[in-house]
T-cell receptor
Framework: KQEVTQIPAALSVPEGENLVLNCSFTDSAIYNLQWFRQDPGKGLTSLLLIQSSQREQTSGRLNASLDKSSGRSTLYIAASQPGDSATYLCAAPSGSARQLTFGSGTQLTVLP | GAVVSQHPSRVICKSGTSVKIECRSLDFQATTMFWYRQFPKKSLMLMATSNEGSKATYEQGVEKDKFLINHASLTLSTLTVTSAHPEDSSFYIC?????????????FGPGTRLLVL
């Protein structure tokens, strides 16, 4: 059964800093991994989807990497802004199954 | 593209009543939809997988008679919380699957917040 862990649980940084969010998963037989953003009381916004054949994906100031062999993924946010404040969730499929297992999230606060 | 909607966005009901939540894929056909619930400050937990035209598959610990799922068309799945109780208060989120195999991507709805008094 897939287990997904995210560290840290919460992070507070001043505006402009570069930061890294970590995600680890136990079952490395995944075909992709996704990063999501969730604002308070809202649904999920998909940020990046990394296929198993890729090592990283970039979208604007966001860069996500995937290392299947070590069971890790990182989300790098460059030049953070107050608008980046949200909870960031990573999710991995449960092996060959299609269901997603979510981590508990990292609550990010970017201080102006 | 790939937009998923949920209705209602928020519902308050009395204990003992039933509540129906709709999940629609607006611009694509989804053979599979997933239902999740999220408690405050917790992550999403999969409740069930809904396949069009067949019975839903429930995760361990989820009561199928309490959480009725119907997936009658390729664009609509409904979740009915029967005889709701305060402990059912939660944020319910659906997702719809586009394509299959290695390219499968789930697109998430905006969620429905249920409060049972």
């Amino acid at each position: 059964k897939q287990e997904v862990t995210q560290i840290p649980a919460a992070l507070s940084v001043p505006e402009g800093e570069n930061l890294v969010l970590n995600c680890s998963f136990t079952d490395s037989a995944i075909y992709n991994l996704q990063w999501f953003r969730q604002d308070p009381g809202k649904g999920l916004t998909s940020l990046l989807l990394i296929q198993s054949s890729q090592r990283e994906q970039t979208s604007g100031r966001l860069n996500a990497s995937l290392d299947k062999s070590s069971g890790r993924s990182t989300l790098y946010i460059a030049a953070s802004q107050p608008g980046d404040s949200a909870t960031y969730l990573c999710a991995a499929p449960s092996g060959s199954a299609r269901q997603l297992t979510f981590g508990s999230g990292t609550q990010l606060t970017v201080l102006p | 593209g790939a937009v998923v909607s949920q209705h209602p966005s928020r519902v308050i009901c009395k204990s003992g009543t039933s509540v129906k939540i709709e999940c629609r894929s607006l611009d694509f056909q989804a053979t599979t939809m997933f239902w999740y619930r999220q408690f405050p400050k917790k992550s999403l937990m999969l409740m069930a997988t809904s396949n069009e035209g067949s019975k839903a598959t429930y995760e361990q610990g989820v009561e199928k008679d309490k959480f009725l799922i119907n997936h009658a068309s390729l664009t609509l799945s409904t979740l009915t919380v029967t005889s709701a109780h305060p402990e059912d208060s939660s944020f319910y989120i659906c997702s719809a699957s586009l394509a299959g195999g290695l390219q499968e991507t789930q697109y998430f709805g905006p969620g429905t917040r249920l409060l049972v008094l």
